[in-house]
Nanobody, 119 residues
Framework: QVQLVESGGGLVQPGGSLRLSCVAS????????MGWYRQAPGKQRELVAE???????KYLDSVKGRFTISRDNAKNTVYLQMNILKPEDTAVYYC?????????????WGQGTLVTVSS
């Protein structure tokens, strides 16, 4: 079955930490760029962090220095370590897999996991 399954969301106090995980199945994981997006109520979905198949990373400016994306190709899993969380980080976080092919672009989305940062 082709799918991405996220876990690790929840309620955390400001300044706290969470680690999100996304397990992929049915895709050639190591060949995909993996990303974490988020969507807050009333806002557009935005890219939070991305890691390429070659392990290059990029981050949304507002999370630089606080969030770290990593991947374990042996486990078909991508992680997002989130530290020093702020209320504005509250959103549904989605895992994304993307792979550019010769004539098309293949992508897959997870179902999302809710992160709530509140005291």
């Amino acid at each position: 079955q082709v799918q991405l399954v996220e876990s690790g969301g929840g309620l955390v106090q400001p300044g706290g930490s969470l680690r999100l995980s996304c397990v992929a199945s049915g895709i050639t994981f190591s060949s995909n760029a993996m990303g974490w997006y988020r969507q807050a109520p009333g806002k557009q979905r935005e890219l939070v962090a991305e890691i390429t198949s070659g392990a290059s990373t990029k981050y949304l400016d507002s999370v630089k220095g606080r969030f770290t994306i990593s991947r374990d190709n042996a486990k078909n899993t991508v992680y997002l370590q989130m530290n020093i969380l702020k209320p504005e980080d509250t959103a549904v976080y989605y895992c994304h897999a993307g792979r550019r092919m010769p004539s098309t672009y293949l992508e897959l989305w997870g179902q999302g996991t809710l992160v709530t940062v509140s005291s």
